[in-house]
Nanobody, 123 residues
Framework: QVQLVESGGGLVQSGGSLRLSCEAS????????MGWYRQVAGKQRELIAT???????TYVDSVKGRFTISRDNAKNTVYLQMNNLRPEDTAVYYC?????????????????WGRGTQVTVSS
């Protein structure tokens, strides 16, 4: 079963940049679509960017033009380049398969999540 480990978070000033990585323990090439999510304390987890195995991407409006998602199937890694960060981007960031059936099939449970990585943007 695939395990996901997110890294690259930290404390950054408004306008700064961070690059998040999500390393999978096994191949992700059979997972059609991977995504980055974020969760603010007390709020629901939000899907903010997705990338398909053919590298097509989608973004929510709040990050469009500032964040870039990518995947390297050879390295079993998904990235999130975050530029021009804002205080409202402060959250714990997670990556995961977008499809619940893919999570069940590859991670072993549809409610599987890694530990995430904390991003804090100061004003």
């Amino acid at each position: 079963q695939v395990q996901l480990v997110e890294s690259g978070g930290g404390l950054v000033q408004s306008g700064g940049s961070l690059r998040l990585s999500c390393e999978a323990s096994l191949s992700i090439s059979s997972i059609p679509e991977m995504g980055w999510y974020r969760q603010v304390a007390g709020k629901q987890r939000e899907l903010i960017a997705t990338v398909t195995v053919s590298h097509r991407t989608t973004y929510v409006d709040s990050v469009k033009g500032r964040f870039t998602i990518s995947r390297d199937n050879a390295k079993n890694t998904v990235y999130l380049q975050m530029n021009n960060l804002r205080p409202e981007d402060t959250a714990v960031y997670y990556c995961n398969a977008v499809s619940l059936s893919d999570r069940s099939r590859r991670m072993g449970a549809s409610d599987y999540w890694g530990r995430g990585t904390q991003v804090t943007v100061s004003s």
